[in-house]
T-cell receptor, first 109, second 115 residues
Framework: GQQLNQSPQSMFIQEGEDVSMNCTSS?????WLWYKQDPGEGPVLLIA?????ELTSNGRLTAQFGITRKDSFLNISASIPSDVGIYFC?????????FGKGTHLIIQP | NAGVMQNPRHLVRRRGQEARLRCSPM?????VYWYRQLPEEGLKFMVY????????ESGMPKERFSAEFPKEGPSILRIQQVVRGDSAAYFC?????????????FGAGTRLSVL
């Protein structure tokens, strides 16, 4: 099956720092989605990308759909305590959604 | 995840019992997906249903697991004769469109613990 390599696995940062995480795959995807999951909750959609090369922002979040359609990155600027959680990259294609293993973001005040 | 309702939020079963997990999709959504999440893992696809039809069950174990989405009422994921390895968080998602690889909206999940 399709697999996504998401990195880093975890990040320990100071409040106010910028964050960058990415996903790569050997497979091509038609959509790239970024979800955030808080403890005890379901994933919540942050950003959806539909075209190769597309760069999309949502507040302090920016994500890009890689030109090869095999990768994507998510940046968070000026992190705040409520950014803590697990961020999942998700590739969408004919076989449905494929989840990365997640990036745990921990913010130290 | 507003609108996708799952219950119960937590379910405890002893080995050999049955577990029934319920999911009501967002209003206007007729496509439902079930996923399983183990600790420190991403979500793994199990089954995709439309009203009264199973579209793709390629991620569902062949035995003891079944899913339905009747014309009326919520979607049900049923696990018979549960074993300890079934302990996990089970998430339901829904979408308005029949595009399998497009945006899905998730519920808060049911955490199943098998004693």
């Amino acid at each position: 099956g399709q697999q996504l390599n998401q990195s880093p696995q975890s990040m320990f940062i100071q409040e106010g720092e910028d964050v960058s995480m990415n996903c790569t795959s050997s497979s091509i995807f038609n959509t790239w989605l970024w979800y955030k999951q808080d403890p005890g909750e379901g994933p919540v959609l942050l950003i959806a990308l539909y075209k190769a090369g597309e760069l999309t922002s949502n507040g302090r979040l920016t994500a890009q759909f890689g030109i090869t359609r095999k990768d994507s990155f998510l940046n968070i600027s000026a992190s705040i305590p409520s950014d803590v959680g697990i961020y999942f990259c998700v590739g969408g294609g004919a076989d449905g959604l494929t989840f990365g293993k997640g990036t745990h973001l921990i913010i130290q005040p | 995840n507003a609108g996708v309702m799952q219950n119960p939020r937590h379910l405890v079963r002893r080995r050999g019992q049955e577990a029934r997990l319920r999911c009501s999709p967002m209003k206007g959504h007729s496509h439902v997906y079930w996923y399983r999440q183990l600790p420190e893992e991403g979500l793994k696809f199990m089954v995709y249903l439309q009203k009264e039809n199973i579209i793709d069950e390629s991620g569902m174990p062949k035995e003891r697991f079944s899913a339905e989405f009747p014309k009326e009422g919520p979607s049900i994921l049923r696990i018979q004769q549960v074993v300890r390895g079934d302990s996990a968080a089970y998430f339901c998602a829904s979408s308005p469109a029949p595009d399998f690889g497009n945006i899905q909206y998730f519920g808060a999940g049911t955490r199943l613990s098998v004693l």
